[in-house]
Structure formats: C-alpha cells, structure tokens
C-alpha cells in the first residue's frame, strides 16, 4: 500500500534512512556487535576470492561490494554481470564462493549461473530481500536485505539495502576493520534522511537540468563511479533519457565527442583523494558547453556546487550519495509524464533470460 504517496518510487527513497537503521539492528548480536550467522562468515574467509553475481542495479551494488571486501577483509573479489558469466565464465580460483545479490531473488540471468555453479560444487550464498525466493532456497547461504517490499520497478531501498548489508558482511569477515562501521551507518542513515528532506531542490534542479534534453552524463571516480553507473540506469529507466555513468578520467577518451551547448553532466565529487581530478573533468566538459551539476559532500564543497551532501565515511558515501541521483530521476520522470512506478518495457523481476 502506498498510503498518501503518489507513487512507491517516493515512498520506497523515504524508507532508506529507516531501512539502514532496521538493517543495523537485525545484524546486531546481543553485546550490540554487528555480526553475521558465522557458517556464512566462515564460508566467506575460507574462500579464497569471492564472484558477485547481479543485474542491473543490483550488479552496481555489488561492484561497492567488491571495495568493501578488498579494502576492509583483504578477500579478492571478481564482479560480473550475472547474463555474461554463463557463456563468458573467467578461471575459476582454486576456492571461490559465489555470493548472488538480487532483490528478488528470482532473476532468471542470476539463476543460470547459481544452477551452474551449484552442478560444479561450488557453495553459494544469496543476498535477497525475498526470503524464500528461487535463489534464496537454491543456494547454500542467506543474508537477508530487510527492505521490506519493494514495488517500484526503479530500485532504490533495495540498492540501499545491498550496499549497507555488503559493508556489514566486509566489515564482520575482515580482521581489523578499520571502520567504526555501526556508528558510521547510524551517520549515514542521517544523511539520507537530510537529503530526503529536500526534495523541492531536487524537483528544481530536474527540471532545470533535465525538462527537455535527449540525454545526460553521469560522472564520479573511485565509488562515485559506481553510484554514476546507478545514477544513469535510474535515470534512463524511469525517464526515458538516454544517459552513461563514466568513470571521470574515461570520458575524454572518447565519450566528450558527445558533448554539445547544454549537455547535462552531473558529477559526484564526495571522493576526497580523487575530488581535483573529477573537479578538472567537470572543466574539460564545461568548456565543451556542459550544463554542470556538481553533488559534493560537506568538507570539499565549493561554491557553484549544486548540491552539497552532508559528511559520511567516504566508504558509505554510496549510500548518501545515491539518493541525490534517484531524486533527481523521479522528478525529472515525473516532469516528463512518465509512469514511475511502471516504465514502460519493463518488468520488476526478470525470469527470462
Ligand atoms: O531482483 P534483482 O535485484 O535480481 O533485479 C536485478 C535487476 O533487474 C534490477 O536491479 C533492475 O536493474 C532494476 N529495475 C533497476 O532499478
């Protein structure tokens, strides 16, 4: 039910703040430590590389996944798009767990592969918000989301939910985390919750940016990168504009060519390390005639910024800096007469393959 929303896109952005809090809570343990069911822990550290399995925003997910392993637990990691795996299948290590991030768990792309790898002998682990889904039930491991039901065909909670769940399960396998991870989730989820409060800015800023344009660029480096790629999906899926998330540095290798008087181009700087280089980007494409639209973070803000986040661990930045992006895709689809809740072509779970 969708109450007094107008639609669940907006109801389920909302929930993200709330959806991280429930998150922390349901992997706490009594001491109030952040924990996972420890078979699944010991699978993961006996693993000598891990393989994340997705589609779509689920796959941008667990390429922030991949970071939260490599940087917090040292486990190597290898993410690949659940359609190409089968056919495209990389050597294998000599240990791998196979770990499937899906929403609802009944992604047929995801399916084939964990029916594969299950016939190989490999042990497998699902992160699903559908307890009881195909891929929950086939594989050896759950984690569960705790986003509740997501209706809308654009993920959002769900990624959210991916995301925070990914860190906690880094976070719990690795040996020194050098993180104060519940306390940095309590953070973050303030931050969404800041963001969320200002909607009418984001209502403005689609319409300003995105009423009438073809297309649109997304462009961050490190993990604004990830969140550029889930930026450009949400965009295109609910609005119909043709838009690329880029890596910052990618773009003047060829994609600028498209770069024309007006050109939208939205850049995540909340990267500190990567912030003067993603900055000179955003000037190479600006004196191409780009419309810019800079999101930083409170600490590396300047003033011609269109939006500055508030300040969270640049490892959870994800989780803040997405909701700017899929703000700005609903009311840019909204200002566009588009359905929502229903793009049109699109399906929320896909079965075929
Ligand atoms: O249920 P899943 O997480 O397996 O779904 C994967 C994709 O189909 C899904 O994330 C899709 O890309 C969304 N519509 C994006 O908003």
């Given at each position: 039910d969708k109450g007094t929303y107008p639609h669940y896109m907006l109801k389920e952005m909302d929930e993200q703040p709330a959806v991280v809090r429930r998150i922390t809570q349901k992997y706490e343990n009594e001491a109030g430590q952040l924990t996972i069911d420890p078979a699944i822990q010991q699978a993961i550290q006996e693993a000598?590389?891990?393989?994340?399995?997705?589609?779509?925003?689920?796959?941008?997910?667990?390429?922030?996944?991949?970071?939260?392993?490599?940087?917090?637990?040292?486990?190597?990691?290898?993410?690949?798009?659940?359609?190409?795996?089968?056919y495209n299948m990389p050597l294998l290590s000599k240990k791998?767990?196979?770990i499937f991030i899906s929403q609802s768990g009944e992604t047929a792309d995801s399916r084939q592969v964990l029916v594969k790898v299950k016939e190989l002998g490999y042990q497998a682990l699902t992160m699903t918000n559908a307890p009881g889904s195909t891929l929950s039930r086939e594989a050896d491991y759950t984690l569960l989301l705790h986003a509740g039901p997501e209706i809308a065909v654009a993920s959002t909670k769900a990624y959210v939910a991916q995301v925070a769940v990914l860190a906690i399960t880094a976070y719990v396998v690795a040996d020194q985390p050098e993180i104060e991870l519940k306390k940095e989730l309590g953070i973050a989820a303030n931050a969404i919750q800041s963001i969320i409060d200002r909607k009418e800015e984001f209502a403005k800023l689609a319409e300003s940016f995105l009423?009438?344009?073809?297309?649109?660029?997304?462009?961050?480096?490190?993990?604004?990168?990830?969140?550029?790629?889930?930026?450009?999906?949400?965009?295109?899926?609910?609005?119909?504009?043709?838009?690329?998330?880029?890596?910052?540095?990618?773009?003047?290798?060829?994609?600028?060519?498209?770069?024309?008087?007006?050109?939208?181009?939205?850049?995540?700087?909340?990267?500190?390390?990567?912030?003067?280089?993603?900055?000179?980007?955003?000037?190479?494409?600006?004196?191409?005639?780009?419309?810019?639209?800079?999101?930083?973070?409170?600490?590396?803000?300047?003033?011609?910024?269109?939006?500055?986040?508030?300040?969270?661990h640049p490892l959870l930045s994800p989780l803040a800096a997405v909701v700017p992006v899929q703000l700005i895709s609903y009311y840019a689809a909204l200002q566009r007469g588009c359905d929502v809740d229903k793009p049109r072509n699109l399906a929320k779970s896909v079965t075929v393959e």
């Open positions: 000598d590389r891990l393989y994340i399995i997705a589609a779509g925003t689920s796959y941008h997910a667990g390429l922030i996944g991949k970071q939260y392993f490599e940087k917090l637990a040292k486990i190597p990691v290898e993410v690949h798009i659940a359609s190409e795996f089968g791998p767990l196979f009423a009438t344009t073809r297309n649109a660029f997304f462009i961050g480096r490190g993990m604004d990168y990830y969140v550029s790629m889930e930026g450009a999906l949400k965009l295109k899926e609910i609005s119909y504009i043709q838009a690329e998330g880029f890596a910052g540095g990618e773009l003047k290798h060829g994609t600028i060519a498209l770069i024309e008087d007006g050109t939208p181009v939205i850049a995540l700087a909340t990267q500190k390390e990567v912030a003067l280089n993603l900055r000179g980007n955003v000037k190479e494409v600006v004196a191409r005639g780009a419309n810019p639209c800079i999101i930083s973070m409170e600490g590396m803000e300047e003033a011609n910024d269109a939006i500055t986040i508030p300040h969270v």
